[in-house]
């Protein structure tokens, strides 16, 4: 089994352990890790990462422990090293499903774009500005 780290900037997004598979996307397409698989790096592209878990020996089986489970991704980076998968990326966003996932990312989505287009409003008055402000200190002379 594997123990999936998923990364961001500002801390750990999620840590799970007893991952028996791994799926992340590439841009050369979707790349699978099992736990026995040679020690990697890749690098990811937006996108769904899918894993799942199994239950532990001796254990009752959980029907949520053998789902799949999503964690949409922003671009990054993915290091497999013996047992241990860690994902680094800039955002991540987790959902119960994959409807439910995609509206989430398509709302933070939206919002992020507003914010852009507000700093983008920003630099363009303080832009406009210090041309003002740089002609005005030239016609002066």
Avoid: W
């Avoid at 736990?35 to 020996?57: K, M, S």
């Avoid at 966003?93 to 287009?117: I, M, R, W």
Wanted: some cysteine; hydrophobic content about 40%; overall charge negative.
């Amino acid at each position: 089994m594997m123990t999936l780290r998923v990364l961001l900037p500002y801390g750990i997004f999620r840590e799970v352990s007893g991952v028996s598979r791994i799926v992340v996307e590439t841009d050369q397409g979707s790349f699978g890790l099992l736990p026995r698989r040679l020690d990697c790096v890749a690098a990811i592209v937006p996108g769904i990462l899918t894993y799942q878990c199994q239950a532990a020996e001796g254990h009752a089986v959980n029907a949520r422990a053998e789902e799949e489970q999503y964690i949409a991704v922003d671009a990054g980076i993915l290091v497999k090293t013996g047992s241990e998968v860690t994902v680094s990326v800039r955002e991540a966003v987790s959902g119960p499903d994959l409807d439910q996932l995609y509206d989430t990312v398509e709302q933070a989505f939206l919002q992020k774009n507003k914010h852009e287009a507000q700093v983008h409003s920003v630099f363009v008055k303080m832009e406009s500005n210090f041309i003002r402000r740089l002609t005005a200190f030239h016609h002066e002379d």
